[in-house]
C-alpha cells in the first residue's frame, strides 16, 4: 500500500504550553509539533503578526 505524504497546510492548534505548541491536521488527522512543520516546505509562520 503507497501512502500519500501529507503537508499539513489546514490545522488546527490543541494544545499548547511553554515548550511547544500541537497541531491537529484536518486532512489526515495526524497530531503534530508546530516545532516540525517549520522545516516543512509552505509552512510560514512569524511572530510579527502577534
Same mark, same amino acid.
Given at each position: 500500500?503507497?501512502?500519500?505524504? =501529507?503537508?499539513?497546510?489546514?490545522?488546527? %492548534? @490543541?494544545?499548547? !504550553?511553554?515548550?511547544?505548541?500541537?497541531?491537529? =491536521? %484536518? !486532512?489526515? #488527522?495526524?497530531? @503534530?509539533?508546530? #516545532?516540525? %512543520?517549520? !522545516?516543512?516546505? #509552505?509552512?510560514?509562520?512569524? %511572530?510579527? !503578526?502577534?
Amino acid at each position: 500500500m503507497h501512502e500519500s505524504v =501529507c503537508p499539513h497546510k489546514h490545522t488546527r %492548534l @490543541i494544545a499548547e !504550553d511553554k515548550d511547544a505548541r500541537y497541531l491537529e =491536521c %484536518l !486532512d489526515c #488527522g495526524k497530531i @503534530i509539533e508546530a #516545532g516540525e %512543520l517549520k !522545516d516543512a516546505p #509552505g509552512f510560514d509562520e512569524s %511572530l510579527s !503578526d502577534a
